[in-house]
């Protein structure tokens, strides 16, 4: 029964699952490439931002230790975990250069080892990845075979940025792919031990492993721009209210509440990447992954469709304000963003956007700035703004009063994605409220489906299917 692991890459993920093993009573190796990373874990801090990581890498800094060395790693663990970066190459594939970097270290450290060793890769790959493109490393360095001399795995997190920690110890379920019964069963005695709420491990090939992995966001974005789709259409109808309807969905054990919120599209590191690697191996291998493809495509054309509906609304040269440039609340997260996206887009048709996020301070904005202005304080966006998006539902957004919106243009139009003000703004003199997912416009929604039904002369036609 080990208590030895190692996590290879300190990063968002390897060092929060560093710190999460340690809290649980194993000692840890943790290796990067990176010496102040090293140097700071080695001092018992945390060495990237993620929620609770200095708190449980500071209290755990005696079962913890960092190294430069992938061998001194190997040599002192009997696991390890590895979760270097796999970026999106411009197939839409996840590249493996750092991970067949680490897999060489590895091997070569497992040539000198006499024991047995379990390699655990989880970092996010496609199918095929761990089998054919990493296990050969790991042979040709070590002059040793897999399945005999050492383990592989292939066990990738299910965690959001924000709570890798909580997520990483409380998983719904642990996914292992083996490369033989005995790596897998070891990993999941680890896992049985190391997790706070153990539920179910799903034990299985390397390669369903791989696919169950990349089709867990698939399958969540899908439902997001199910959502989206729904609250599109619920602008349509008369009284229509996208949260009735999915609220009403989500009762059905089959379908589930969790993401069928419509507002504004997915964004962040893995979501929109996710989907576009599932085409590309899917196309590989002579399937056409239609779903992933239109999911992927719908939630790229968001900003350019917000962006058409806008621009007519505002006159020209006005200003815009976006509140929200993080994917997610509590996130300094703006990669592939959807308040960053709307924010460029408009700019791109001459608007003056001025933006705002609760956690800008931590944000490299030099980037946005190129695009936008950035200011420090909702009140001063919202003192310019003859138009307000906002694009996430960040609890700073909640309290504001119509009164915050009152400046120098008469009326101020309010795209309100997540519906956070619809109670203070829908009826509010001097602002258009315009709620993501509710009717628009009753009368015209009813004249519409009147139309619908019983066409222009009153005469009822073949939608009645009378
Ligand atoms: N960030 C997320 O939300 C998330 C979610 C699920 C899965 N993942 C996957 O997890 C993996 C890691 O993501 P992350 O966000 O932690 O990345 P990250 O960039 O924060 O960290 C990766 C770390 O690995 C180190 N590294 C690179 N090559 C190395 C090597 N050869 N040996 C040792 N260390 C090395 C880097 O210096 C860095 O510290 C990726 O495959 C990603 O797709 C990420």
Request: charged fraction near 25%; hydrophobic fraction near 40%; aromatic fraction near 8%.
């Amino acid at each position: 029964m080990t208590q030895n692991v190692s996590v290879i890459g300190l990063g968002k993920l390897g060092a929060s699952m560093a710190g999460a093993f340690a809290s649980r009573g194993f000692n840890v190796v943790g290796v990067d490439v990176n010496q102040r990373s090293i140097d700071l874990v080695n001092e018992g801090h945390a060495p990237v931002q993620e929620t609770d990581l200095e708190e449980y890498i500071s209290q755990n800094k005696e079962r913890i230790r960092a190294t430069l060395s992938h061998e001194d790693a190997v040599l002192n663990s009997d696991i390890s975990f590895v979760i270097v970066p796999t970026p999106s190459d411009e197939k839409g594939s996840f590249s493996l250069q750092y991970a067949e970097w680490a897999f060489k270290e590895i091997g070569k450290a497992l040539a000198k080892k006499s024991t047995y060793h379990n390699v655990v890769l989880t970092s996010t790959v496609l199918p095929g990845a761990t089998r054919q493109g990493l296990i050969p490393i790991l042979e040709r360095e070590s002059g040793k075979k897999a399945g005999v001399d050492f383990g592989v795995c292939y066990s990738p997190e299910f965690i959001a940025l924000g709570s890798i920690i909580r997520d990483f110890l409380n998983p719904d379920f642990t996914l292992i792919g083996e490369f033989d019964e005995r790596s897998g069963a070891m990993l999941e005695d680890i896992y049985s031990r190391a997790m706070v709420n153990h539920q179910k491990s799903a034990r299985m090939s390397l390669e369903n492993a791989e696919l169950t992995k990349i089709s867990v966001n698939t399958f969540v974005t899908t439902k997001i721009t199910f959502a989206n789709m729904l609250a599109e259409i619920c602008e349509k109808l008369p009284g229509g209210d996208v949260d009735v309807v999915s609220n009403a969905l989500g009762l059905d054990a089959r379908i589930g509440r969790k993401y069928l919120t419509g507002a504004i599209g997915y964004g962040g590191p893995c979501f929109p990447r996710d989907n576009v690697a599932l085409t590309y191996i899917a196309k590989e291998l002579g399937v056409e992954a239609e779903i992933a493809s239109t999911t992927d495509g719908m939630n790229r054309s968001i900003a350019a469709k917000v962006a058409d509906r806008l621009i007519p609304m505002v006159k020209p040269g006005s200003t815009v304000a976006v509140l929200g440039l993080s994917y997610k609340p509590f996130s300094h997260v703006t990669e592939e963003s959807q308040g960053v996206y709307v924010a460029r887009q408009l700019s791109k048709h001459g608007v003056r956007v001025v933006a705002y996020d609760p956690m800008s301070n931590e944000m490299s904005l030099d980037d946005l700035r190129r695009d936008f202005v950035v200011l420090d304080s909702i009140k001063e966006c919202l003192a310019q703004a003859e138009a307000v998006l906002i694009t996430t539902p960040d609890p700073a957004f909640k309290d504001l009063a119509a009164a915050d919106f009152k400046n120098e243009w008469a009326e101020v139009l309010v795209f309100d994605f997540w519906r956070t003000l619809r109670e203070q703004l829908k009826d509010a003199p001097g602002i258009k409220y315009v709620g993501i997912g509710t009717s628009e416009d009753d009368a015209a929604n009813t004249a519409r489906l009147k139309k619908l039904w019983w066409g222009n002369d009153g005469e009822s036609n073949g939608a009645s299917g009378k």
